[in-house]
């Protein structure tokens, strides 16, 4: 399996690149500052590195790297600065999944492509009728207000849920909803709910980075899990 990744610097991205390496796949992965790669990472013979910004790139460009490769992960995020997260772009992440999408269409893949999307526990699943307190619904009305990175998560997984849908010729695709976000070492027990089974804002959970960026592989490179979760947002928890 050939990967592209985007957001492969981060924190979860390059735990992500290097998980799909260490399974014997192939990643390109596009990013604004190479020297910001692992050094166990560079000069990797299956990484091939982009400079550049998936916002910025040409469509062809997009459609010519994605043409070649078997899935897209997005790892995009805002950094935790006042900058981070309320300069521009402001919408980073559904951009960039808007645009990866419209590169895959445009390439016209013989088997649809596979989009993983890393997002958040604290969006929630409309399909499944997942409901929010009372004071869950506040709250989150006022991060939609006071924080765009929420938004911004929340419209790069409406993208794929509505304007992608569960039908489309060229993409399949899996959201990944992890809760508090914590750093582990390796690789340890986790587990997968539809949907969340506590408050991400009263009561969340951990999901360390490390399960995060395993589970995206394990979409990426087995069939029968792909199956299992595509067109829908399981929700990631570390085992307590």
């Not at 991205?13 to 596009?30: N, T």
């Not at 992960?73 to 960039?96: E, M, W």
């Not at 492509?113 to 958040?120: E, K, Y």
């Not at 980075?209 to 029968?224: P, Q, S, W, Y």
């Amino acid at each position: 399996m050939k990967t592209l990744v985007v957001g492969a610097t981060g924190a979860t991205g390059r735990l992500l690149v290097a998980e799909l390496l260490r399974r014997g796949g192939d990643v390109v992965a596009i990013v604004r500052t190479p020297e910001n790669l692992p050094a166990e990472l560079k000069g990797h013979r299956g990484l091939t590195v982009i400079t550049g910004n998936a916002l910025e790139m040409s469509e062809s460009s997009l459609a010519g790297l994605v043409a070649d490769c078997d899935a897209v992960a997005s790892c995009l995020g805002h950094n935790l600065t006042f900058k981070g997260i309320y300069g521009q772009p402001r919408r980073l992440v559904r951009d960039s999944v808007r645009r990866l999408c419209n590169a895959v269409s445009a390439s016209r893949p013989s088997l649809p492509t596979r989009f993983v999307l890393m997002n958040t526990a604290g969006n929630s699943e409309r399909a499944l009728g997942e409901r929010l307190t009372l004071a869950e619904k506040c709250v989150t009305g006022l991060m939609r207000v006071l924080l765009p990175p929420h938004v911004d998560n929340e419209q790069a997984a409406g993208h794929l849920r509505t304007a992608i849908g569960n039908a489309h010729p060229a993409i399949e695709w899996v959201v990944v909803r992890p809760d508090t976000l914590i750093d582990n070492q390796s690789v340890t027990g986790y587990r997968l709910q539809p949907s969340p089974t506590r408050s991400a804002l009263f009561d969340p959970g951990r999901s360390s980075r490390v399960n995060v960026a395993h589970f995206m592989a394990e979409l990426i490179a087995d069939g029968d899990v792909w199956r299992n979760w595509r067109g829908r947002m399981p929700v990631l928890y570390d085992l307590e």
